[in-house]
């Protein structure tokens, strides 16, 4: 039995998580980072890159140890774990930044005659 990847919805706060990630390829963002870039609040977007992960259009990888030992020297703070967006999540951005049609043949529209 096989699992398919999860399907995640297409909401603002999705897209806005996503680009925030394509806007920043190549360069290490965790957490914390995509909620100020974003102006999300951590309990939106830790489980959405969750759920973005687990559906294959996020990768994720924790800071090396090494690292984080000498900044946990410094700056008293929790290991962090880095995102970026994959090609998965790049195609699924650049579908929902797609224009919707305005309306659907043969479904009639709000003040037209039926």
Request: net charge positive; glycine share 8%; aromatic share 6%.
């Amino acid at each position: 039995m096989t699992s398919q990847p999860k399907r995640v919805r297409m909401t603002l706060p999705t897209i806005t998580v996503l680009d925030v990630l394509a806007n920043a390829a190549g360069e290490d963002i965790h957490g914390l980072e995509v909620c100020s870039r974003a102006h999300l609040g951590t309990g939106t977007v830790y489980p959405m890159l969750s759920r973005l992960e687990k559906a294959g259009m996020v990768a994720a990888r924790w800071e090396d140890d090494q690292i984080w030992q000498e900044a946990a020297d410094k700056e008293w703070r929790p290991r962090r774990r880095y995102y970026e967006i994959t090609g998965a999540g790049m195609a699924a951005l650049t579908q929902a930044r797609q224009p919707k049609p305005q309306y659907r043949p043969g479904i009639a529209q709000p003040g037209s005659a039926s």
